[in-house]
């Protein structure tokens, strides 16, 4: 079982910044992946970053690669979203997901309630 809570969301204008945040708790056998994902009105989610625990490495949208960073600060049990030169396209509900494995391998997926980012032009 694993709580993610998300914040930093908010208004701010085209070329500007935001870091999002991702506390999370509870308990799991392996987490095996973190990632923020979006959601804009009309629109499915998607993946926006992601965050392979084994290793290290990352995964980004294509509209996401030069200017949105994620990372994490296992020791505050924190994944961060940061994201720059924001442009409207970015509006959307940001949520925070994990990948988990149980004992036998078995994988659970694992959401927080979204953050809104809104990016006026």
């Known amino acids: 079982q694993v709580q993610l809570v998300e914040s930093g969301g908010g208004l701010v204008q085209a070329g500007g910044s935001l870091r999002l945040s991702c506390a999370v708790s509870?308990?799991?056998?392996?987490?095996?992946?973190v990632g923020w994902y979006r959601q804009a009105p009309g629109k499915q989610r998607d993946l926006v970053a992601r965050?392979?625990?084994?290793?290290?490495?990352?995964d980004y949208a294509d509209s996401a690669k030069g200017r949105f960073t994620i990372s994490r600060d296992n020791a505050k049990n924190m994944v961060y979203l940061q994201m720059n030169s924001l442009n409207p396209e970015d509006t959307a509900v940001y949520l925070c997901?994990?990948?988990?494995?149980?004992?036998?391998?078995?994988?659970?997926?694992?959401w927080g309630q979204g953050t809104q980012v809104t990016v006026s032009s």
């Open positions: 997901n994990a990948l988990t494995a149980d004992r036998l391998g078995r994988e659970f997926n694992y």
């Open positions: 509870g308990s799991a056998f392996r987490l095996k992946a």
């Open positions: 965050l392979i625990s084994d290793g290290g490495s990352t």
